[in-house]
């Protein structure tokens, strides 16, 4: 069963990614403030908090306070002040960690994987396999093979198939492939998309037509057949 995660932000265009990113292991709840959160945190089974510091209502710190009062579930503080006595004041109102933006989704995650293991005192790892239309991936290794022989792949095709293989089945805009592969901060040129899924096809040869064109609105892994195993 999946844990819930509970992403209090503001910004809709970082709850937006960080929901698409965790949704495919958390089942997500959002608040945009502070009072918000507090009625989700008390009215839900909450396993995991990511927590934005700057918040209308209540701020960070605030709801941070009176989650503690209540509660012990693991808080993640997401904010873009990285001085060392804005740390510690989080620190201090009971966050388990600390996270400055603009952050890495994949250090995130890592960090939300070893927060949750030291709180539940044990440490649990399965393995995580997709395979669809002759190519498989271990999402673990980061070992990729199409028809039985390795393929070899750079870190953004790996970013790229590993987010539309978490998404399978959904449409990733452009935008959203930019800011989870490479970064809401990103400012080159758009089409470097198009070209790293130029790449990607080939690389996967006769199974190429997994990943599919949406006219104006992004691409799509779309297995006309698969079996997972996580």
């Known amino acids: 069963m999946k844990r819930n995660l509970l992403i209090v932000e503001d910004d809709p265009k970082i709850r937006k990614m960080l929901g698409l990113y965790f949704g495919v292991k958390y089942n997500i709840l959002e608040a945009d403030n502070g009072e918000d959160a507090i009625v989700l945190l008390r009215s839900e089974r909450i396993d995991l908090v990511f927590l934005d510091l700057m918040l209308p209502e209540l701020d960070g710190l605030q ?18 002040k990285s001085q060392e006595e804005d740390k510690l004041l ?17 250090v995130l995650d890592a960090r939300a994987d070893a927060l949750l293991r030291r709180t539940e005192g044990k440490v649990s790892r399965q393995s995580r396999i997709a395979e669809f239309s002759g190519v ?19 870190r953004k095709e790996y970013d790229l ?26 400012e080159g040129d758009p089409r470097t998309v198009d ?16 990943i599919q064109t949406l006219r104006g609105r992004g691409y799509c892994l779309q297995p006309a057949e698969k079996q997972e195993r996580q």
Not at 163 to 185: A, H, P, T, Y
Not at 195 to 210: H, P, Q
């Open 195 to 210: 070209t790293t899924v130029k790449r990607l096809r080939e690389k996967l040869g006769e199974s190429k037509g997994l």
């Open 90 to 106: 989080g620190y201090e109102c009971g966050a388990d960690e600390y996270v400055t933006k603009p952050f890495s989704l994949k």
């Open 63 to 80: 709801v941070c306070r009176r989650l503690r009062q209540t509660s012990d579930v693991p808080a993640i503080m997401l904010t873009a």
């Open 136 to 154: 498989r991936l271990d999402m673990d290794s980061g070992e990729l093979t199409v028809d039985g022989n390795p393929v070899t792949l750079t």
């Open 161 to 186: 198939l590993m987010l539309l293989v978490r998404n399978r089945g959904q449409v990733v805009s452009k935008e959203q492939i930019l800011d989870m592969v490479w970064g809401f901060d990103y």
